[in-house]
T-cell receptor, first 111, second 115 residues
Framework: AQSVTQPDIHITVSEGASLELRCNYS??????LFWYVQSPGQGLQLLLKYFSGDTLVQGIKGFEAEFKRSQSSFNLRKPSVHWSDAAEYFCAFRSQGNLIFGKGTKLSVKP | NAGVTQTPKFQVLKTGQSMTLQCAQDMNHNSMYWYRQDPGMGLRLIYYSASEGTTDKGEVPNGYNVSRLNKREFSLRLESAAPSQTSVYFC??????????????FGSGTRLTVV
């Protein structure tokens, strides 16, 4: 079955520390992959996307993600986390025109 | 500002009542979607409309109906609300053309409580 797995429900990091959020997908072909961020009480904002080509993609707010076909992964990274990055992060891929989402990872940032 | 507009932002219904959630986009997008978001469940697709005049069921369509009124508007109707439909509802849109797809644009959500 097509699915997206985000293994970490909740992650806490210190401000200034590096961050990696994990995402694995199950799909029969190379999917179109996305990361979205949702601040409390808000809608979803697109951070970055991967369609093809360079497997390291850059997004907004200093985020990047790396597509690894062999691991069926699309992990999100940021070298130095800011307090304003506290939010929920969703990995998704596009299948037959529809977005399929993971269940999300909530990020908390310690001062 | 261009984007996806949802109304209302908040709503409380009694069990058995009906209501319609409105969604409109001004980006000339072909495809529109309704998702519900529940804690620990991510976003689940209720219905979608790939283009004006078409609608299809998503993962969790039971208890809902939709109408693609025109290219801009896509409404979601609850005919007889149930407590299990308490959720946050998001509308989204996209161009619908794979190679030109830069992700979906989401509305800010409707928080619905059914008591």
């Amino acid at each position: 079955a097509q699915s997206v797995t985000q293994p970490d429900i909740h992650i806490t990091v210190s401000e200034g520390a590096s961050l990696e959020l994990r995402c694995n997908y199950s799909y029969g072909a190379t999917p179109y992959l996305f990361w979205y961020v949702q601040s409390p009480g808000q809608g979803l904002q697109l951070l970055l996307k991967y369609f093809s080509g360079d497997t390291l993609v850059q997004g907004i707010k200093g985020f990047e993600a790396e597509f690894k076909r062999s691991q069926s992964s699309f992990n999100l990274r940021k070298p130095s986390v800011h307090w304003s990055d506290a939010a929920e992060y969703f990995c998704a891929f596009r299948s037959q025109g529809n977005l399929i989402f993971g269940k999300g990872t909530k990020l908390s940032v310690k001062p | 500002n261009a984007g996806v507009t949802q109304t209302p932002k908040f709503q409380v219904l009694k069990t058995g009542q009906s209501m319609t959630l409105q969604c409109a986009q001004d980006m000339n997008h072909n495809s529109m979607y309704w998702y519900r978001q529940d804690p620990g469940m991510g976003l689940r697709l209720i219905y979608y409309s790939a283009s004006e005049g078409t609608t299809d069921k998503g993962e969790v369509p039971n208890g809902y109906n939709v109408s693609r009124l025109n290219k801009r508007e896509f409404s979601l109707r609850l005919e007889s609300a149930a407590p299990s439909q308490t959720s946050v509802y998001f509308c989204a849109s996209t161009t619908g053309t794979e190679r030109r797809n830069y992700g979906y644009t989401f509305g800010s959500g409707t928080r619905l409580t059914v008591v």
